[in-house]
């Protein structure tokens, strides 16, 4: 097994591991704190944001060449159909108050929207790493930042659907299975055809753009929290300072 394949692998457990641990938390202890929800996805919102547009998009016009934007307007449509025509789309701040109540139905449904999410953060992050060790680090970065609330998001779905603790847990654990099935299936697609990994690699990034845009900072502006907006600028100037960060430790 390459070095690059170790660096993945390790990748997906830790961002697996941020889910599973957003889903403990809340089920563990249901008074989640709604401003940290928030500023955890705002960061989050903001650091997506600065990686489709400084990394992802250029890297992979370069990759691929001028295929890449309508493979990006692929992912960005794949993820907006099933979220919107095959599931209902969920909040990502609603869902976590105990007192809004769901159905059984509809939390299975949330659960299966955020298992494609949660599978093509695991290719984001393989494909990325696969092509370019820096940029795949970004992606991983920007990734971990929202599974601990994504987690959160799911676990609370659980509860407010009348399920059990248990249960809540299973189901960020499962997220988190979803994750590590994207990560291993790089591993399929470089087999296959090498440039298949561009494809995947600008399909990820129109995910990555449907989930910062449509999802996160929908539910920045629906806040009374002016704060937030700081926040997701705070999580672009992140990206772009830790991107230098790399750039020098890596040194390309």
Do not use: C
Not at 40 to 50: D, P, S, T, V
Not at 88 to 97: A, Q, S, V, Y
């Amino acid at each position: 097994m390459s070095d690059i394949s170790v660096y993945i692998i390790i990748a997906g457990i830790v961002a697996a591991g941020a889910e599973i641990l957003g889903g403990a938390f809340v089920a563990w202890k249901r008074d989640v704190s709604k401003s940290i929800h928030e500023y955890l996805i705002a960061l989050g919102a903001g650091f997506l944001l600065a990686l489709v547009m400084i990394d992802l998009l250029p890297e992979s016009i370069e990759n691929i060449g001028t295929t890449a934007p309508v493979w990006m307007l692929v992912g960005f449509s794949v993820i907006h159909f099933v979220e919107h025509t095959v599931v209902k789309h969920l909040h990502f701040g609603e869902e976590t108050h105990s007192d809004i109540m769901i159905s059984t139905v509809a939390s299975q449904s949330a659960f299966w929207g955020l298992f494609i999410h949660a599978f093509f953060d695991g290719l984001a992050i393989s494909s990325g790493m696969y092509y370019n060790l820096q940029l795949g680090l970004m992606i991983f970065l920007a990734i971990t930042l929202h599974k601990f609330p994504e987690g959160l998001t799911i676990a609370s779905i659980m509860l407010a659907s009348q399920q059990t603790k248990q249960t809540a847990l299973r189901a960020s654990a499962g997220i988190a299975a979803g994750t590590m099935l994207g990560i291993f299936m790089i591993f399929f697609l470089q087999n296959v055809d090498p440039k298949i990994t561009g494809y995947a690699f600008a399909f990820s990034a129109g995910a990555a753009l449907y989930v910062s845009a449509s999802d996160l900072i929908p539910e920045i502006n629906r806040s009374d929290n002016r704060i937030l907006s700081v926040v997701v600028f705070g999580g672009m100037v992140l990206f772009y300072f830790s991107g230098m960060l790399l750039h020098e430790v890596l040194g390309h």
